[in-house]
């Protein structure tokens, strides 16, 4: 099942902070949070495995909520740079964190000056 | 640079026809995976290899097929297209590093006419 991200879209001025959350119907081992924007690649910005180990972004922080099967991505003081589109992806069971990685429909966001 | 080569980048066909797409993954990546972007959607999971073999399904239809070859160079088949086949594919490739963080190649922009 696909995760549900949460806002779909927000609209922040340059300097002022943002909470992404992404939650799912079943059990999560990994959750997985990329950027995009329009008409690239994902980029990568950070993992958040089963047991509380994070690999990722000097500048970008999450939790990873496993009983409540959420996570949530922090941005922190937003740069012009910070817009686009932000995916979360759940997947993996015990031993594969990337298993099925399936993707929420992204939340939009832009930074204005 | 992910390091993720896809070929080609852009493609029109018609309907009815058939494509191969083509994707090198990361030196030393042994895990692919195919996702499909449609215009306003999100990152649509289709199918995973590992080293060969296919590991994962997800939304891949059945006039759709891939597969991971030994050098590990995958290709996504898509035939009988329809106008609703038209999309970004993305192929995205991980390994042992990082937390298996998955990266994406730059994509093939399919039009179906």
């Given at each position: 099942q696909q995760p549900v991200q949460s806002p779909q879209a927000v609209i922040l001025r340059e300097g002022e902070d943002a909470v992404i959350n992404c939650s799912s119907s079943k059990a999560l081992y990994s959750v997985h949070w990329y950027r995009q924007k329009h008409g690239e690649a994902p980029v990568f910005l950070m993992i958040l495995l089963k047991g509380g180990e994070q690999k990722g972004h000097d500048k970008i922080s999450a939790s990873f909520n496993e009983k409540k099967q959420q996570s949530s991505l922090y941005l922190t003081a937003s740069q012009l740079s910070y817009s686009g589109t932000y995916f979360c992806g759940t997947g993996g069971q015990s031993g594969g964190s990337n298993y099925k990685l399936t993707?929420?429909?992204g939340t939009l966001l832009t930074v204005n000056p | 640079d992910s390091g993720v080569t896809?070929?080609?980048?852009?493609?029109?066909?018609?309907t009815g026809q058939r494509v191969?797409?083509?994707?090198?993954p990361r030196s030393g990546d042994l895990s692919v995976y195919w996702y499909q972007q449609s215009l306003d959607q999100g990152l649509q999971f289709?199918?995973?290899?590992y080293n060969g073999e296919e590991r994962a399904k997800g939304n891949i239809l059945e006039r759709f097929s891939a597969q991971q070859f030994p050098d590990l160079h995958s290709e996504l088949n898509l035939s009988s297209l329809e106008l609703g086949d038209s999309a970004l594919y993305f192929c995205a490739s991980s390994g042992r590093a990082k937390g298996n963080t998955i990266y994406f190649g730059e994509g093939s922009?399919?039009?179906v006419v």
């Open positions: 993707f929420g429909k | 896809q070929t080609p980048k852009h493609l029109i066909t018609a191969t797409l083509r994707c090198s289709l199918i995973q290899y922009w399919l039009t």
